[in-house]
C-alpha cells in the first residue's frame, strides 16, 4: 500500500520521464497498433473544505486522505495512485488555497501553488452549495491563468443543491476561466466520478507506470496513522483546538502476539488546549484514541495498541524548526 516513487517536482523520476518516459509510451502499453499507455500527475486544488480530499479517497476507492469540515483539513501534499487497464493516473490532494495566517499556512499554500506548474491535468473544485464564486475562488481563478496547463472545472457537491440549479451554478464559476470541460459531481455519493477520470485520461500525454501496480499512495504507514488521530481531533474538538494540534508516531512496533504497538504524541500550542484533548478524567484523550485505533485496525487488518500523549509546544505553527520536525517541508 505504502511505499516510495517519484514525486511531482522530483527532478530525477520526472526528468526521466520528460526525456525517455513519453516515447517508451508505445512500449508500456504494448505493441504496434495497440493503445498507447497513458499516465500523468493531476492536481486536485480549491478553497479549504470543498472536498478534495472525499473526491481524492472516492477515486482511489480506499481512504488515503483524512476528512473533516473544518478548512486546512489536508496540510501537506498526497498522492493517490489510480491503475486503469490503459493508463495511471497520480492525482495529487493539495491543501486548500487560503491567506495563511502563520508559518504553517504559508508552507501550505506553497505547496498548493507549486503544484500547479508540475503536473499533466489541474482539476478545480469548487462548491456547488455555494451558487455563485466568492472572493476565495476569484482569487484562485487569477492564479490558475498564469498556469497554461489544462483545467477541468469540477462542481462538487450537486447532492446539496436542486438539480435544476446545477447547469446555472456551473456557469457562473466557468465565466472564471478557460477550461477544457466542465463536470458536475457528488464527490461523497460517487455520482459523475467516472466520467470524470475518462475525461481526465483523455487528456495524458503517453507515458510509463510511474508507481507499482499495487501501490496507491505514497504516504508511509506511520504517516498515515498521524492523520487518523489528527482527523479524530477535528471531529471532537472546536474552535482554535483542531488547527494547533500536530501528531507523530513514535514508532510501529509489530509485536511475536500480532499486536501493533503504536506510541503516539499529540502536540498542541498552550496548556488550555492540553487540558481540552486530556478532558475531564482522560475522557476525551480516550475517546480520540479509541476512534483513532479502530481506523487504524481496518486499515492495517491487525489489533492495534495505540499508546496517546498529549505535550505542549507553544506556538509551533510559526517556528520553522518545528514544522521542519513535524515533517512540513518544501
Known amino acids: 500500500m505504502t511505499g516510495t516513487g517519484p514525486h511531482p517536482g522530483g527532478e530525477p523520476a520526472r526528468s526521466g520521464a520528460e526525456a525517455g518516459g513519453r516515447a517508451a509510451g508505445a512500449a508500456a ?72 495566517q502563520h508559518l504553517l499556512g504559508q508552507h501550505m499554500v506553497r505547496i498548493a501553488r507549486r503544484t500547479l506548474q508540475e503536473v499533466e491535468v489541474i482539476c478545480w473544485l469548487v462548491e456547488a452549495s455555494d451558487r455563485e464564486p466568492g472572493p476565495g475562488d476569484r482569487y484562485i481563478a487569477e492564479q490558475l491563468a498564469e498556469v497554461a496547463t489544462p483545467k477541468i472545472l469540477v462542481v462538487n457537491k450537486i447532492d446539496q443543491v436542486a438539480p435544476g440549479e446545477v447547469s446555472a451554478i456551473a456557469e457562473r464559476f466557468r465565466q472564471l476561466g478557460a477550461f477544457v ?10 455520482v459523475g466520478v467516472p466520467e470524470l477520470v475518462a475525461a481526465i485520461e483523455g ?94 485496525e481496518a486499515l492495517l487488518g491487525s489489533k492495534i495498541y495505540l499508546d496517546l500523549w498529549v505535550k505542549v509546544k507553544p506556538d509551533w505553527r510559526n517556528k520553522q524548526g518545528a514544522l521542519s520536525n513535524f515533517g512540513f517541508r518544501d
Open 29 to 100: 502499453g504494448g505493441g504496434e497498433g495497440e493503445t498507447p499507455f497513458r499516465s500523468g500527475f493531476v492536481a486536485l486544488i480549491g478553497r479549504p473544505n470543498v472536498g478534495k480530499s472525499t473526491l481524492l479517497n472516492q477515486l482511489i476507492g480506499r481512504k488515503i486522505a483524512i476528512m473533516s469540515d473544518k478548512p486546512q483539513t489536508t496540510r501537506t501534499r498526497i498522492l493517490g495512485v489510480l491503475n486503469r487497464p490503459g493508463a495511471q493516473l497520480i492525482f495529487v490532494d493539495t491543501p486548500g488555497i487560503h491567506k495563511p
Open 181 to 190: 470541460a466542465v463536470h458536475c459531481i457528488s464527490a461523497l455519493q460517487g
Open 203 to 296: 487528456l495524458l500525454p503517453e507515458g510509463p507506470r510511474f508507481f507499482p501496480e499495487d501501490m496507491i499512495t505514497d504516504q508511509p504507514e506511520a504517516q498515515i496513522m498521524a492523520e487518523l488521530i489528527r482527523e479524530q481531533i477535528l471531529h471532537l474538538t472546536r474552535e482554535e483546538v483542531p488547527h494547533a494540534v500536530a501528531v507523530q508516531i513514535e514508532r510501529v512496533e509489530r509485536r511475536p502476539n500480532g499486536v501493533v504497538y503504536v506510541p503516539a504524541t499529540i502536540y498542541v500550542e498552550r496548556e488550555g488546549q492540553k487540558r481540552i484533548l486530556i478532558g475531564e478524567r482522560g475522557r476525551m484523550l480516550k475517546e480520540i484514541g479509541r476512534r483513532a485505533r479502530m481506523e487504524m
